[in-house]
């Protein structure tokens, strides 16, 4: 094995085929959309190089911030709320001796099922004369208009969308959780438990610092999903009404495959990327940590 470690042909050539569908599938797509990003194009005639006018459109452009504005509360809604259910959900099965793959797997099942499937399950549900507002009519309560309502800073259909995601994603933080606290030793959990420590104080002194690296992780995982967050938003409001549940990704289908503005749907990603990368970056540096030994 150490012999195969030192040949660096082999080590190449191991790494090629990961190489080159980097390069194709990601790499080469991303500097289109960056040479796009500048350009006047609809994909039926060659581009146009436009400069800025791309970005300068931006800020003209209503729907484009409201869009912003709904990324970024899923952003911060998804990771605040995903590491805190995931943190709890992750000590608490933990701690469970009898029926814990079974509740894990239940809380787990959501993250492998389709969105798009998931999306129109709930819109049915959050339906004005289905599901939820169908069953609070047999008390005699009319149900809001889950979907539908325009009030508020953040409307309600947002707050819908959000905690539906919340469900079905928190499966993922909380494995990666539970992945990282099963590799702490018990003997210091032990340790702390003869000097009198309870579980609560056990879990913010000891499980808590050590598994800071894996908190980094999963959230960097949660803001990237969130930014460019898509199948549950197009298909429980197709971006309605009135574009008020746009998010960055559902606008940049919009204009690229409805209305052809390639160019213009290139400028979006690129922003999308830009908040991708810059939201990772600030992530890492809040949750640099030393690596500890268990």
């Known amino acids: ?19 080159l569908l980097f390069t194709l599938i990601l790499f080469i797509p991303i500097c289109q959309s960056v040479y796009y990003a500048f350009c006047d194009y609809d994909a039926l005639t060659a581009p146009v190089f436009v400069g800025l006018k791309n970005f300068r459109r931006m800020l003209l452009d209503k729907t484009m911030k409201i869009a912003l504005k709904n990324s970024l509360f899923f952003l911060i809604f998804s990771c605040v709320s995903q590491l ?10 933990t701690n469970i001796k009898k029926g814990r793959n079974l509740f894990k797997n239940i809380i787990y099942l ?21 599901g939820i507002n169908q069953l609070l009519a047999k008390f005699g309560i009319e149900g809001p208009l889950w979907l539908m309502s325009t009030d508020g800073f ?7 969308i959000a905690f539906v995601a919340l469900w079905q994603y928190v499966g993922q933080s909380m494995m990666l959780y539970m992945a990282q606290i099963s590799g702490i ?8 438990y ?18 800071k690296p894996m908190v980094g992780t999963a959230m960097s995982l949660n803001a990237i999903g969130s930014l ?19 998010v960055l990704a559902t606008h940049l289908y919009t ?15 690129v922003v999308l990327l830009v908040l991708c990368l810059l939201t990772t970056f600030i992530i890492n540096r809040v949750f640099k940590t030393e690596s500890y030994e268990m």
């Open 154 to 160: 953040i409307i309600l259909p947002m707050w819908v």
């Open 84 to 93: 805190i259910m995931g943190l709890i959900l992750a000590g608490l099965l």
């Open 1 to 19: 094995m150490d012999k195969l470690l030192k040949d660096k042909k082999a080590i190449l050539f191991f790494l090629l085929p990961a190489f």
């Open 185 to 192: 030793g018990s003997s210091l959990y032990e340790a702390a």
């Open 228 to 246: 460019k967050f898509f199948d549950l938003i197009f298909n429980m409001t197709e971006g309605g009404p009135n574009h008020k549940t746009e």
């Open 110 to 130: 959501p993250c492998v099922l389709s969105s798009a499937a998931l999306g129109l399950l709930w819109m049915f549900i959050f339906s004005p004369k289905l």
């Open 194 to 211: 003869i000097d009198g420590c309870g579980k609560v104080k056990a879990f913010r002194y000891i499980t808590l610092p050590l598994i």
């Open 255 to 269: 204009q690229g495959f409805e209305y052809f503005k390639y160019g213009y749907a290139s400028a979006i990603g």
